[in-house]
């Protein structure tokens, strides 16, 4: 059994950042494949990045440049947040499947995850 556990949320201007941590807890084994989801209100959850098997990190639209994510030796899963605009507005998600590899092709759909955090609230104001 692996927990997620996301923290680092909260308010910010635009123009602001924020760091998102998503701490693993549990059997942790590689392969795996971690990533960032978010869900705003009334939309459905959309993937912010994705971590494959290798370590790549490969972001959604036009996030990447304002989003950078990483990884530490504990497998733990970070997002830098800069550049925040309104629209970053929603609650993060961080998601896991390990022994396991994948590609951003797989990792990108949500069904696929088999352990999922509780979330974190992200509100950015104008």
């Known amino acids: 059994q692996v927990h997620l556990v996301e923290s680092g949320g909260g308010s910010a201007q635009a123009g602001g950042s924020l760091r998102l941590s998503c701490v693993a807890s549990?059997?942790?084994?590689?392969?795996?494949?971690m990533g960032w989801f978010r869900q705003a209100p009334g939309k459905e959850r959309e993937v912010v990045v994705i971590i494959d098997s290798k370590g790549i990190a490969t972001y959604a639209g036009s996030l990447e440049g304002r989003f950078t994510a990483s990884q530490d030796n504990a497998k733990n899963l970070y997002l830098r947040m800069d550049s925040l605009k309104p629209e970053d507005t929603a609650t993060y998600y961080c998601a896991a499947r390990y022994r396991t590899y994948c590609t951003y092709g797989i990792g990108a759909e949500m069904a696929w995850y088999n352990y999922w955090g509780q979330g974190t609230q992200v509100t950015v104001s104008s």
């Open positions: 549990g059997n942790i084994y590689w392969p795996y494949c």
